[in-house]
């Protein structure tokens, strides 16, 4: 089995900085997609930003040029670094991950979430 877990969120003030971390744990071969997403109030999740091994990282219209998507694969965690926030990025952050395990099945996988607040 895999785990993710997310921490890094926060109440932060308008134009404020959180870095949020995803590590994953279990039975992983590799990582071979990266997703966060977040879910605000009231309002469906959407895809913030996806690191595809090997690809250019892509990321929504609404953060480009705010966020960077980040991975350190020897310790098997994903970033997300949150510059100049607005209080439209309040939400529930999640970190989704696409795993091969050592038996070569693929799988999606999903953290907790991490709740990031920002104040106006």
């Known amino acids: 089995q895999v785990q993710l877990v997310e921490s890094g969120g926060g109440l932060v003030q308008a134009g404020g900085s959180l870095k949020l971390s995803c590590v994953a744990s279990?039975?992983?071969?590799?990582?071979?997609?990266v997703r966060w997403y977040r879910q605000p109030p009231g309002k469906q999740r959407e895809s913030v930003a996806t690191m595809i091994s090997g690809r250019p990282a892509t990321y929504a219209d609404s953060v480009k040029g705010r966020f960077t998507i980040s991975r350190d694969d020897a310790k098997k965690t994903a970033y997300l670094h949150m510059n100049s926030l607005k209080p439209e990025d309040t939400a529930v952050y999640l970190c989704?991950?696409?795993?091969?395990?050592?038996?070569?099945?693929?799988?999606?996988?999903w953290g907790q979430g991490t709740q990031v607040t920002v104040s106006s």
């Open positions: 279990g039975n992983i071969f590799s990582i071979d997609v």
């Open positions: 989704n991950a696409r795993v091969r395990t050592w038996t070569q099945r693929l799988g999606d996988y």
